[in-house]
């Protein structure tokens, strides 16, 4: 079975900590992105990757920064976290060329105090 | 401004009838659309889509229908059951474009026993 694994389901932070969020996917997918969902905004892209070491801002990247040294491995930084990103994170990854292919990850529902 | 708009947050509706999600889109360029279900806690999940040459498309319980004049396309599940209770995203991309789908905010189904 095809996943998208997010290393934590739950974290809780303190405002200042510097964070990662890790994502692995095991389907050798061209495409990972980062998105994060909040109550009444929906789903909102913050950086997207094409390939290894490459990566483009999303909609929102302010106070994020992000990682892809290998194929499989994206991870999203926040470098120095705010209340305001407390939410949940969503990783997702898909194929080159498809537009349709989006696996998600369970996401992580990240609290910063 | 919002390109992709799900104007109802929330549906409730009996067990055993229909529901009828709906979506409006602003881009012209827009020729892919998709549907995500997405439980608390889970990721979304891909449940159906349509390309723009296209005004029908049924897998199961669920039809999409595409309204291009209308810039306006609808998710129907019938017959609906409780277990479809969840958050549906609405999901346009245009594919002479970057591809990457601009979401909605998603309308919250419940569906009761």
């Known amino acids: 079975d095809v996943k998208v694994t997010q290393s934590s389901r739950y974290l809780v932070k303190r405002t200042g900590e510097k964070v990662f969020l890790e994502c692995v996917q095991d389907?050798?997918?061209?495409?990972m992105f980062w998105y994060r969902q909040d109550p009444g905004l929906g789903l909102r892209l913050i950086y997207f990757?094409?390939?290894?070491?490459?990566?483009e801002k999303g909609d929102i990247p302010e106070g994020y920064s992000v990682s892809r040294e290998k194929k499989e491995r994206f991870s999203l930084i926040l470098e120095s976290a705010s209340t305001n990103q407390t939410s949940m994170y969503l990783c997702?990854?898909?194929?080159?060329?498809?537009?349709?292919?989006?696996?998600f990850g369970s996401g992580t529902r990240l609290t910063v105090v | 401004d919002q390109q992709v708009k799900q104007n109802s947050p929330s549906l409730s509706v009996q067990e055993g009838r229909i529901s009828i999600l709906n979506c409006d889109y602003t881009?012209?360029?827009?020729?892919?659309f998709l549907w995500y279900k997405k439980y608390p806690a889970e990721g979304p999940t891909f449940l159906i889509s349509?390309?723009?040459?296209?005004d029908k498309n049924e897998d199961g319980r669920f039809t999409v229908f595409l309204n291009k004049s209308a810039k306006h396309l609808s998710l129907h599940i019938v017959p609906s059951q409780p277990g479809d209770s969840a958050v549906y995203f609405c999901?346009?991309?245009?594919?002479?474009?970057?591809?990457?789908?601009?979401f909605g905010r998603g309308t919250s189904l419940i569906v009761h026993p």
């Open positions: 997702a990854s898909t194929q080159q060329g498809l537009i349709y292919g989006y696996t």
């Open positions: 389907m050798d997918h061209e495409n």
């Open positions: 990757s094409y390939d290894v070491k490459m990566k």
């Open positions: 881009n012209s360029m827009f020729d892919y």
């Open positions: 349509i390309s723009s040459i296209k």
């Open positions: 999901a346009a991309s245009a594919s002479g474009g970057s591809y990457i789908p601009t």
